[in-house]
């Protein structure tokens, strides 16, 4: 079975521009979330959405937000792109919400975001 | 605040044993992980453990938690080279929202 899967890899993009990055659950998992990586820092929270509902939100602004499509997969947009968006960003992919959690929650390569 | 924090740095020799700490804020966090980070790729799970039990031992792995300093480490036993990496420590609270700590590099010579 194929593991998480996120497109793209890297990309390049400048301030102001609009970035849409892609992201493909493990076969069976309901649960999508989304971290940044700054470079040097760790992964922080920015959304979880199951069952194509938003279910957590991360301190992030409005510039960024995420959807979730029938068969599970998602995406992360990001508007008005700043220089410190400049970061790894990571999907993970879990069966379900926490209660059945059982610390399972599966990463992608993550797609690196350059902003210049 | 939910600050995890975790040392920068650890340099060990091959096949001595590794133990990178971590301290974390939330005592109600129900599970608390560790993943590694090569360089380039994403995060692998490498074990957790369930908030109510001390310790949790997995081949060359072995977590120890302390609930009561909100103290977790990581030992690996027999480093090798190829254990060179980033590792994170993490906790939930109770969702699939973890909390990373800013993670250690380890560093294995020969």
């Known amino acids: 079975d194929a593991g998480v899967t996120q497109s793209p890899t890297h990309l390049i993009k400048t301030r102001g521009q609009q970035v849409t990055l892609r992201c493909s659950p493990i076969?069976?998992?309901?649960?999508v979330s989304w971290y940044q990586q700054v470079l040097g820092q760790g992964p922080q929270f920015i959304f979880q959405y199951y069952e194509k509902e938003e279910r957590g939100r991360g301190n992030f602004p409005d510039r960024f937000s995420a959807r979730q499509f029938p068969n599970y997969s998602s995406e992360l947009n990001v508007n008005a792109l700043l220089l410190g968006d400049s970061a790894l960003y990571l999907c993970?992919?879990?069966?379900?919400?926490?209660?059945?959690?059982?610390?399972?929650?599966?990463f992608g390569e993550g797609s690196r975001l350059t902003v210049l | 605040g939910e600050d995890v924090e975790q040392s920068l740095f650890l340099s060990v020799r091959e096949g001595d044993s590794s133990v990178i700490n971590c301290t974390y804020t939330d005592s109600s966090s129900t599970y608390l992980y560790w993943y590694k980070q090569e360089p380039g790729a994403g995060l692998q799970l490498l074990t957790y453990i369930f908030s109510n039990m001390d310790m949790k031992q997995d081949q060359r792995l072995t977590v120890l938690l302390n609930k009561k300093d909100k103290h977790l480490s990581l030992r690996i036993a027999d480093t090798q080279t190829g254990d060179s990496a980033i590792y994170f420590c993490?906790?939930?609270?109770?969702?699939?929202?973890?909390?990373f700590g800013t993670g250690t590099r380890l560093q294995v010579f020969p």
């Open positions: 993490a906790e939930d609270h109770n969702t699939d929202k973890l909390i």
């Open positions: 993970a992919s879990s069966l379900g919400l926490a209660g059945g959690n059982t610390g399972e929650l599966f």
């Open positions: 076969s069976g998992h309901k649960s």
